[in-house]
């Protein structure tokens, strides 16, 4: 019961917040010349990524360092945005903020695009080990600081 209750109000939660970085990372990206529904998609890709970055953290193993630095970098963007938001007036935006803001989607794409060949990729199964291979590790003492598994297979 405790369980179930702590994951409703942990995605509660996660939805209100996500909720309130939309509305102002999409005024935001209105304020900076995005029609309607780019000024929309914005918080989609920038917050999205977030939430996908997580996601990967905890499922890949390959890609674990990636996800990382992909989960603090969109973290780092959405915050910006959402402290350009209550910082800049709400006039027309100055390039310092455009400019980075423009740049955002492409890099967005090419992330998320490596993101996903990282989740796809299937690690190549170990090598199911032989009676040969068995009796060599069993016989074999490992040198000090050897790190491989009991296969047989030395470095």
Not at 66 to 76: E, P
Not at 90 to 101: I, S, Y
Not at 120 to 128: E, F, G, I, S
């Amino acid at each position: 019961m405790i369980r179930r209750t702590a994951v409703a109000t942990t995605t509660l939660i996660g939805a209100l917040a996500f909720f309130l970085s939309f509305s102002q990372v999409s005024n935001l990206a209105a304020r900076g010349g995005y029609g309607h529904w780019q000024s929309l998609a914005w918080p989609v890709i920038v917050d999205g990524l977030v939430v996908v970055a997580e996601l990967a953290v905890f499922t890949t193993v390959s890609g674990r360092v990636y996800a990382w630095v992909v989960l603090i970098g969109a973290t780092g963007v959405s915050g910006a945005a959402n402290i350009a938001h209550a910082y800049v007036t709400p006039t027309e935006l100055p390039f310092a903020v455009t400019g980075p803001m423009a740049a955002v989607p492409s890099i967005v794409l090419l992330v998320a695009t490596h993101l996903t060949v990282k989740l796809t990729r299937t690690q190549p199964p170990a090598p199911a080990p032989t009676a040969g291979g068995l009796l060599t590790a069993a016989l074999t003492r490992p040198r000090a600081g050897a790190d491989w598994a009991i296969t047989g297979a030395q470095p």
